[in-house]
Antibody, heavy 121, light 107 residues
Framework: QVQLVQSGAEVKKPGASVKVSCKAS????????MHWVRQAPGQGLEWMGR????????NYAQKFQGRVTMTRDTSISTAYMELSRLRSDDTAVYYC??????????????WGQGTLVTVSS | EIVMTQSPATLSVSPGERATLSCRAS??????LAWYQQKPGQAPRLLIY???TRATGIPARFSGSGSGTEFTLTISSLQSEDFAVYYC?????????FGGGTKVEIK
């Protein structure tokens, strides 16, 4: 069965960077795009970007351009999302979410359990 | 980017009753509309894609309809496990965007 297991909660100071991992199992890692979605406390969902695990190609939401980097390590079926120059309003749960289709659809059929990132001085 | 607006923000329904949730797009998204369910402390779960196709394992009491700018998620007979927040999401235009959510609570 498809599983996405994310790294644990992080507490960071403003201006720092955070790197969240997402280990995939139960399917061919390079066969499906991986997306990252975040959710601030008590708020809705916000798409951040995606990575093609096969090629490493990425697309980011305009809002995060220049601050976010998505990478992958195919040898261990793991995707990463790094967010730099953190601000207090980056406090959120960050999810990895696998695309539903082999052809990218930008619908999210499987989700990680989420990683809480708290930004506080 | 396309703005998705959901209504109502909160819907109070008794178990066994029908729930109707609405989602409106700021411009046409064709049928490229998905619905997700999220329970407290959990990740979202895909319910519907293509406006009306149920995802794998989703009960038949969940149905989606609409196209263009107006969409509806209907839960025909609410079960206790259906009380949650529901989000719509368009994937027709870049970037994909979500609505603000509708909370379905017990009346």
């Amino acid at each position: 069965q498809v599983q996405l297991v994310q790294s644990g909660a992080e507490v960071k100071k403003p201006g720092a960077s955070v790197k969240v991992s997402c280990k995939a199992s139960g399917y061919t890692f390079t066969g499906y795009y991986m997306h990252w979605v975040r959710q601030a406390p008590g708020q809705g969902l916000e798409w951040m970007g995606r990575i093609n695990p096969n090629s490493g190609g990425t697309n980011y939401a305009q809002k995060f351009q220049g601050r976010v980097t998505m990478t992958r390590d195919t040898s261990i079926s793991t995707a990463y999302m790094e967010l730099s120059r953190l601000r207090s309003d980056d406090t959120a749960v960050y999810y990895c979410a696998r695309d539903r289709g082999v052809v990218v659809t930008a619908t999210f059929g499987y989700w990680g359990q989420g990683t809480l990132v708290t930004v506080s001085s | 980017e396309i703005v998705m607006t959901q209504s109502p923000a909160t819907l109070s329904v008794s178990p066994g009753e029908r729930a109707t949730l609405s989602c409106r797009a700021s411009q046409s998204v064709s049928s490229n509309l998905a619905w997700y369910q999220q329970k407290p402390g959990q990740a979202p779960r895909l319910l519907i894609y293509g406006a009306s196709t149920r995802a794998t394992g989703i009960p038949a009491r969940f149905s989606g309809s609409g196209s263009g700018t107006e969409f509806t998620l209907t839960i025909s007979s609410l079960q206790s496990e259906d009380f949650a927040v529901y989000y719509c999401q368009q994937y027709n235009n870049w970037p994909p965007t979500f609505g603000g959510g509708t909370k379905v609570e017990i009346k």
